[in-house]
């Protein structure tokens, strides 16, 4: 059973305090972009990230085709080595896509998978348990659920997490519900669970929050600019919360103006400013405007001053 230190303070195998949802680099005409996408895992882990994300939703994971997502993968892993962890999104709104995807990842060398809510057909929870179920099932990396019910229409009950928890490899959920409740009644349920139950904040604007519920970490997106101050806040948020607190202030408004547009739009043009590997985003999104691109560095500016 985990006690109160363990559940603040210890990921599961294979995963990560700080997790960053890397965005995915492309070319100037739309391609790929391999060395870029090394370049920037590179980055991160400099800045604190001991987990990095390809192939989620702020990797444009729609628009990723055929051998992209696993050239990305690749090139990660060859930039980073063993120095951090890498997890794949490997979610579909189709159970039979979800397996093919993580058993390839679990082939390509990922150390854990993120699956997402199928979305869009909007299974009920009967349907749910089955589809993650059956994904855990065909690999033995360790598999975080993501519940993003803004995104997928649906919600991941109470219930249907304590029950997924019971799942050897099912590790925990990335969080972006901003139902502190709900992820309190989770981690109450689920304390007893071999191996315990984690939860990541999937917003950064409650992060702080996430962790005084019993949070183990985060997925950030903000961590591309801010990840030193993340990863400290996630350090010292048990033994002085206070400086956590001025630590997640501080970054709110880096939080907010990431999200100002369509994301990763203000993330990539932030990233482009700063001369780090972005490109354009592809359709249907739109490249963020200046404006959007402004905001994201006014915000940034402070934080970059004081270090």
């Given at each position: 059973?985990?006690?109160?230190?363990?559940?603040?303070?210890?990921?599961?195998?294979?995963?990560?305090?700080?997790?960053?949802?890397?965005?995915?680099?492309?070319?100037?005409?739309?391609?790929?972009?391999?060395?870029?996408?090394?370049?920037?895992?590179?980055?991160?882990?400099?800045?604190?990230?001991?987990?990095?994300?390809?192939?989620?939703?702020?990797?444009?994971?729609?628009?990723?085709?055929g051998?992209?997502?696993?050239?990305?993968?690749?090139?990660?892993?060859?930039a980073?080595?063993?120095?951090?962890?890498?997890?794949?999104?490997?979610g579909?709104?189709?159970t039979?896509?979800?397996?093919?995807?993580?058993?390839?990842?679990?082939?390509?060398?990922?150390?854990?998978?993120?699956?997402?809510?199928?979305?869009?057909?909007?299974?009920?929870?009967?349907?749910?348990?089955?589809?993650?179920?059956?994904?855990?099932?065909?690999?033995e990396l360790p598999?975080?659920?993501?519940?993003i019910?803004?995104?997928t229409?649906r919600?991941?009950?109470?219930?249907?997490?304590?029950?997924?928890?019971?799942?050897?490899?099912i590790?925990?959920?990335?969080?972006a519900?901003?139902?502190?409740?709900?992820?309190?009644?989770?981690?109450?349920?689920?304390?007893?669970?071999?191996?315990?139950?984690?939860y990541?904040?999937?917003?950064?604007e409650?992060?702080?929050?996430?962790?005084?519920?019993?949070?183990?970490?985060?997925?950030?997106?903000?961590?591309?600019?801010?990840?030193p101050?993340?990863?400290?806040m996630?350090?010292?948020?048990?033994?002085?919360?206070?400086?956590?607190?001025?630590?997640?202030?501080?970054?709110?408004?880096?939080?907010?103006?990431?999200?100002?547009?369509?994301?990763?739009a203000?993330?990539?043009?932030?990233?482009h400013?700063?001369?780090?590997?972005?490109?354009?985003?592809?359709?249907?999104?739109?490249?963020?405007?200046?404006?959007?691109?402004?905001?994201v560095?006014?915000?940034l500016?402070?934080?970059?001053?004081?270090r």
């Amino acid at each position: 059973m985990m006690t109160d230190a363990t559940l603040w303070t210890t990921p599961p195998p294979g995963v990560g305090r700080l997790v960053t949802a890397m965005a995915t680099p492309f070319t100037d005409d739309g391609y790929l972009d391999t060395v870029g996408a090394a370049r920037l895992a590179e980055h991160l882990v400099a800045s604190g990230t001991d987990t990095v994300l390809v192939h989620g939703t702020t990797g444009e994971s729609p628009t990723l085709h055929g051998e992209e997502p696993w050239e990305l993968l690749r090139a990660v892993r060859d930039a980073v080595g063993d120095r951090v962890k890498i997890m794949m999104g490997t979610g579909s709104n189709d159970t039979r896509t979800a397996i093919i995807s993580t058993e390839r990842a679990t082939e390509e060398g990922a150390d854990a998978v993120l699956v997402v809510t199928p979305y869009y057909n909007r299974p009920g929870q009967s349907g749910l348990l089955e589809h993650f179920r059956t994904v855990a099932g065909v690999t033995e990396l360790p598999m975080v659920l993501y519940d993003i019910p803004s995104r997928t229409g649906r919600a991941i009950d109470v219930t249907t997490l304590v029950a997924l928890a019971e799942v050897q490899n099912i590790v925990g959920v990335k969080d972006a519900t901003g139902d502190l409740g709900k992820a309190a009644d989770v981690l109450a349920a689920t304390r007893g669970v071999p191996g315990g139950f984690a939860y990541w904040s999937g917003a950064d604007e409650v992060n702080l929050a996430l962790l005084a519920t019993g949070g183990v970490g985060v997925v950030s997106v903000a961590a591309h600019l801010v990840g030193p101050e993340i990863a400290e806040m996630i350090e010292v948020f048990a033994t002085d919360p206070a400086r956590a607190r001025d630590l997640q202030l501080m970054c709110m408004p880096v939080h907010r103006a990431l999200f100002a547009e369509s994301s990763p739009a203000p993330l990539k043009g932030a990233l482009h400013a700063k001369g780090l590997p972005a490109g354009p985003v592809r359709a249907p999104l739109a490249n963020a405007t200046p404006e959007a691109v402004a905001a994201v560095m006014a915000a940034l500016a402070p934080i970059e001053a004081a270090r």
